[in-house]
């Protein structure tokens, strides 16, 4: 079952954040470092809590047995090379491991995708991480295509990362 978020769910959003980062970048960045993000649980739940609850952008999650399993947060493109009004950005999306390849990462997409184009964005866009193969071909697989030139570097636990952008266009 896919939904709204709720400020009740927030501890699981940061449970499933810092899971989904722990096992999906385990070959990225430094195991310390991502141990290290179990102490971010308490922040983490209180971001999620608030960026809800503000409606800043939408947060849905995908719920099993009751449980939330995934969440997708989107909104307007925070870059600034992209018009406001007409672009829209997957901020994120994560899904604990144990439910990779079930469905549940595509439904949550779909439905992430439909808010943003019923609130009349024509293009969206989601930063991923350059080397994150299984992301990167879960992105192809939904008609993602990287665009040319949109390459940018952060650090996360001291080691340079590559991020890409993707687009899709109605």
């Known amino acids: 079952m896919i939904r709204d978020a709720l400020p009740k769910d927030a501890k699981s959003i940061a449970d499933v954040h810092v899971s989904s980062w722990q096992h999906a970048y385990a070959n990225l960045m430094p195991a310390d470092f991502l141990a290290s993000l179990t102490a971010t649980l308490p922040k983490r739940e209180a971001y999620w809590a608030q960026a809800i609850e503000s409606k800043d952008s939408d947060v849905l999650v995908s719920e099993v047995d009751?449980?939330?399993?995934?969440w997708i947060s989107v909104g307007r493109c925070r870059d600034e090379d992209k018009p406001a009004a007409e672009s829209g950005e997957v901020m994120?999306?994560?899904i604990l491991a144990e439910y990779w390849g079930k469905g549940i990462g595509a439904k949550l997409w779909e439905s992430g995708l439909n808010r943003l184009f019923d609130q009349g964005y024509k293009n969206i866009t989601l930063w991923v991480l350059s080397a994150n193969e299984r992301a990167v071909r879960f992105y192809q697989?939904?008609?993602g295509r990287e665009e040319p030139g949109s390459r940018r570097t952060l650090v996360r636990g001291g080691?340079?990362?590559d991020e890409v952008r993707?687009?899709?266009g109605r």
């Open 141 to 143: 697989g939904l008609g």
């Open 166 to 168: 993707y687009v899709w």
């Open 92 to 94: 994120a999306i994560y």
């Open 159 to 161: 080691v340079s990362l």
């Open 66 to 70: 009751g449980n939330v399993v995934g």
